[in-house]
């Protein structure tokens, strides 16, 4: 998959939290991990400002899109992200 496309996936899977109150949206960056990619992401309002007071409280970490099968999940604050995705690569039979 390319990562246009992982783009794609990665941003209407935010757009499922995302609300009129709280616009959330990507970072242009991408991070290319073999298997996968992730994406971070904040608030549209953080990104416009840069004023801490606008961005996202600690405890939710990069979308991963793999490249693969296209499945979307989030990854969380803890363990590390390194961890995270060593786990989920384990745990599909995925070689990285």
């Known amino acids: 998959m390319e990562e246009p496309t992982a783009r794609e996936l990665?941003?209407?899977y935010l757009a499922s939290f995302s609300g009129s109150r709280r616009a959330l949206t990507l970072y242009s960056t991408v991070e290319d991990h073999g298997w996968c990619?992730?994406?971070g992401w904040n608030t549209l309002r953080?990104?416009?400002?840069g004023d801490i007071e606008d961005a996202?409280?600690?405890g939710t970490g990069p979308i991963v899109v793999v490249k693969s099968t296209g499945d979307?999940?989030?990854l969380s604050s803890a363990p590390s992200f390194d961890l995270q995705l060593a786990e989920y690569a384990?745990?599909?039979a995925i070689t990285t």
């Open 10 to 12: 990665a941003a209407r």
């Open 37 to 39: 990619y992730t994406f």
């Open 46 to 49: 953080y990104i416009e400002t």
């Open 56 to 58: 996202m409280t600690p």
């Open 72 to 74: 979307v999940w989030m």
């Open 90 to 92: 384990k745990e599909h």
